[in-house]
């Protein structure tokens, strides 16, 4: 090997990448036809170099590579058909939620209005049978009654008196026994009648 082919082999990994001047590629050419040394150099480096780059080139099976995902991306944002969606959605919010409140008013609002209002009619009801017995109490208490005026709903509450019709109950569930002592004073009155008079028709001396 003499300084002629020491000077090949500095040079051959630019000769590989097709960076070596033409100018100096030329005199590599001919040094490589006329040196075996420096051909098996050659080879043996094209060699390698081949292998390195097959290794380091080819990506992992089933990743995809950095190169390509931002190809991919670049791509993806520069079709307009991929645009117009993102415009689409940004405009279909508002309209989503009035479909949504149409569909509402007409499959739900039909069956909660008449169990709204019956529950509205119940509490009503319960309202008015209380009513009374409400104004009874308040009306005997003065701090309840003080409470209330304020209210317009139960200014105009009743204030039936309950004693008479307490005292007309009492004197129906009371009047079988009235009549009964009644039936036996009278029964014992004429018992007591006749024995007198049958004593007295009855001799002295007997």
């Given at each position: 090997?003499?300084?002629?082919?020491?000077?090949?082999?500095?040079?051959?990994?630019?000769?590989?990448?097709?960076?070596?001047?033409?100018?100096?590629?030329?005199?590599?050419?001919?040094?490589?036809?006329?040196?075996?040394?420096?051909?098996?150099?050659?080879?043996?480096?094209?060699?390698?170099?081949?292998?390195?780059?097959?290794?380091?080139?080819?990506?992992?099976?089933?990743?995809?590579?950095?190169?390509?995902?931002?190809?991919?991306?670049?791509?993806?944002?520069?079709?307009?058909?991929?645009?117009?969606?993102?415009?689409?959605?940004?405009?279909?919010?508002?309209?989503?939620?009035?479909?949504?409140?149409?569909?509402?008013?007409?499959?739900?609002?039909?069956?909660?209005?008449?169990?709204?209002?019956?529950?509205?009619?119940?509490?009503?009801?319960?309202?008015?049978?209380?009513?009374?017995?409400?104004?009874?109490?308040?009306?005997?208490?003065?701090?309840?009654?003080?409470?209330?005026?304020?209210?317009?709903?139960?200014?105009?509450?009743?204030?039936?008196?309950?004693?008479?019709?307490?005292?007309?109950?009492?004197?129906?569930?009371?009047?079988?026994?009235?009549?009964?002592?009644?039936?036996?004073?009278?029964?014992?009155?004429?018992?007591?009648?006749g024995a007198g008079s049958v004593m007295s028709s009855t001799p002295e001396g007997?």
């Amino acid at each position: 090997m003499n300084a002629q082919c020491s000077k090949v082999q500095q040079i051959l990994v630019e000769f590989l990448y097709d960076e070596l001047p033409e100018d100096r590629a030329a005199p590599l050419r001919e040094h490589l036809s006329e040196c075996a040394a420096c051909r098996e150099e050659f080879e043996w480096s094209r060699r390698t170099l081949h292998t390195l780059d097959a290794v380091t080139r080819e990506p992992s099976r089933g990743i995809p590579t950095a190169g390509l995902l931002q190809r991919l991306n670049r791509e993806i944002d520069t079709r307009p058909e991929c645009r117009r969606p993102r415009q689409a959605a940004r405009f279909t919010q508002p309209s989503l939620a009035l479909a949504a409140a149409f569909l509402f008013g007409v499959f739900v609002a039909p069956f909660l209005y008449p169990w709204y209002s019956s529950r509205n009619a119940a509490s009503a009801g319960v309202r008015r049978d209380t009513r009374p017995i409400y104004g009874n109490v308040t009306g005997s208490n003065p701090f309840l009654r003080s409470r209330d005026e304020g209210d317009p709903s139960l200014q105009d509450r009743p204030q039936d008196d309950p004693m008479p019709a307490i005292k007309e109950e009492l004197e129906q569930l009371l009047e079988p026994a009235t009549l009964g002592r009644r039936a036996l004073g009278r029964s014992g009155g004429r018992g007591s009648n006749g024995a007198g008079s049958v004593m007295s028709s009855t001799p002295e001396g007997f």
